[in-house]
């Protein structure tokens, strides 16, 4: 098993240069984050990364091996975003800020998406299923507790929870889930946001895909290429963007029209442009609590200019989804951002009131059981889940519903 394994001696150096003593621990793990991001493992060496957590001292308070697995689909790879200039605080903390057009997602493939309003849309009109459907999307991972599969009737289960959503994320092919996923879907009316996890082999991959869609390409919102392989160190933008065309190729071939993207954090889309470029939009995730300074009042217009920022830095404005975004329920906080139930409401509304029309897809469906935490997950990572925040509000329909100022 080979490691990449990060060094010490930048630590240090940042330890040394910067001011703000009574924040050492953050200053580690901001300086890991920055470590990384600024020393991608070489690709070959990518099997496991160990991640070294030091204290003040320099001594290691922690040292975790990550897997190529899904684990750190979602969380743990923000690390760009504490340390990143263009993620200073918003000063538009007290304002409402809406959405502008030019992020609104409109690929011209999502044109056949029906009418939320449209009273024929829901085929269960029972008053208990109540509120119009939203035009969010929800991210989901098939995984039990202990990591191994769910079958089609438990994801079904899942699934059905969700259908407030239009469209749910999946990240991989394993487990079979762009099988079951997608029928899933399909029996909810909801699309599905496919994706490859590892693009090593996009052939065999894509396939199950292919297969799953079964001919019927109608229920795809969006097939990604990747999720923050940039980010993580695994790939070269260049790598990546032309998987994403052959992957676009293949697809066609096989009659898929629909958007065709990778996904990266926010911070590596603007600092990489062309990954938006030679996608059919931008697709970032972004993360208002990975940023110290920001709180949960004001992820929503955070992580606006964020989405802002990334189309800024294509040469037409290009449109883009946050592909994740929410809050975490429980952990220890990121200066300004701390965890909790409640915060994790006040983010989501704030999030709703700065995308009113869709534009985002929410990170997650349920508690990740199966993830582990790492040096920069501040012990959230298997709290992101909006089931417990929709249970606190009776429900889906109800957290979905009108915002009290809407009424
Ligand atoms: C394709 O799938 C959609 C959604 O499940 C369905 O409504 C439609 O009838 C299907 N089209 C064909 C030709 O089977």
Redesign the pocket.
């Known amino acids: 098993m080979k490691y990449c394994l990060l060094g010490v001696a930048a630590l240090a150096l940042l330890h040394s240069t910067d001011g703000h003593v009574h924040h050492h621990r953050q200053v580690s793990k901001r300086a890991l984050r920055q470590q990384v991001a600024d020393h991608p493992c070489p690709k070959e060496t990518l099997t496991n990364t160990v991640v070294v957590q030091l204290d003040q001292a320099g001594h290691t308070v922690d040292v975790q091996t990550r897997s190529a697995r899904p684990p750190t689909t979602a969380t743990s790879d923000h690390r760009v975003a504490s340390t990143s200039s263009s993620t200073k605080r918003s000063t538009t903390t007290s304002q409402t800020v809406q959405s502008d057009r030019y992020i609104i997602p409109q690929p011209s493939a999502l044109s056949h998406l029906l009418d939320p309003l449209d009273s024929n849309f829901l085929p269960d009109t029972s008053a208990t299923f109540l509120g119009q459907r939203s035009n969010y999307g929800i991210s989901y991972s098939p995984y039990k507790a202990d990591s191994t599969c769910k079958n089609q009737e438990e994801v079904n289960k899942d699934i059905r929870q969700l259908r407030q959503f239009s469209f749910v994320r999946f990240y991989g092919i394993d487990c079979d889930q762009a099988e079951t996923v997608t029928n899933a879907a399909?029996e909810n009316?909801m699309m599905v946001f496919a994706g490859l996890y590892d693009i090593d082999d996009i052939e065999t991959d894509l396939q199950k895909i292919i297969d799953a869609a079964d001919g019927?390409w109608?229920?795809f919102h969006t097939i990604s290429i990747g999720n923050e392989l940039v980010n993580r160190g695994s790939k070269t933008p260049a790598e990546v963007v032309g998987t994403v065309n052959s992957a676009r190729g293949i697809l066609r071939q096989a009659g898929y029209e629909g958007p065709v993207v990778t996904v990266d954090t926010f911070s590596q889309m603007i600092a990489h442009p062309e990954l938006c470029e030679e996608s059919d939009y931008c697709a970032a995730n972004c993360h208002a609590f990975f940023d110290s300074n920001q709180t949960p009042e004001n992820a929503g217009p955070y992580v606006l200019e964020q989405a802002r920022h990334v189309s800024e830095a294509t040469k037409d404005g290009k449109q883009v989804i946050i592909t994740e975004t929410g809050w975490p329920s429980a952990g220890e906080a990121n200066g300004d951002a701390v965890p909790s139930r409640q915060n994790q409401m006040i983010a989501f509304k704030s999030l709703r009131r700065s995308f009113p029309d869709g534009g985002i897809v929410f990170f997650s469906a349920f508690d990740d059981k199966w993830k582990q935490d790492n040096a920069w997950t501040f012990g959230t990572e298997k709290h992101w889940g909006l089931y417990g925040l929709a249970k606190s509000a009776g429900g889906f329909p109800n957290l979905i519903g009108p915002l009290e100022d809407e009424v």
């Open positions: 399909r009316d019927n109608s229920t």
